[in-house]
């Protein structure tokens, strides 16, 4: 069974900075991950992806966030961090830890952690 904690949320104004975590955990096929990322959904709208990052340390961001956030991780630890920079009030949304695992390739989400910017 995989396990994800995010932690990192909360609020903060326009221009600001906030740092997400997400620990992942498993056993057996389920122990590693690849990729390791994030999405967000807003009320009213669909959950987009905000930034992955696949085991060779390729990137991929979503268009709104390029040049602001920034996504990395400790393999070790299997943990996937997210860097949010210059904070926009429509950065607004939850935010869900995505990992797949490598060994079967299921997809597995966190319980969203809360990012609220205000002007």
């Known amino acids: 069974q995989v396990q994800l904690v995010e932690s990192g949320g909360g609020s903060v104004q326009a221009g600001g900075s906030l740092r997400l975590s997400c620990a992942a955990s498993?056993?057996?096929?389920?122990?590693?991950?690849?990729?390791m990322g994030w999405y967000r959904q807003a009320p009213g709208k669909q959950r987009e992806l905000v930034a992955v990052?696949?085991?060779?340390?390729?990137?991929n961001y979503g268009d709104s966030v390029k040049g602001r956030f920034t996504v990395s991780t400790n393999k070790i630890k299997s943990m996937v961090f997210l860097q949010m920079n210059d904070l926009k009030p429509e950065d607004t949304a939850v935010y869900y830890c995505?990992?797949?695992?490598?060994?079967?390739?299921?997809?597995?989400w966190g319980q969203g952690t809360q990012v609220t910017v205000s002007a």
């Open positions: 995505y990992v797949r695992t490598a060994g079967w390739g299921t997809s597995h």
């Open positions: 498993g056993s057996g096929r389920t122990s590693s991950f690849n990729p």
């Open positions: 990052i696949i085991s060779n340390g390729s990137t």
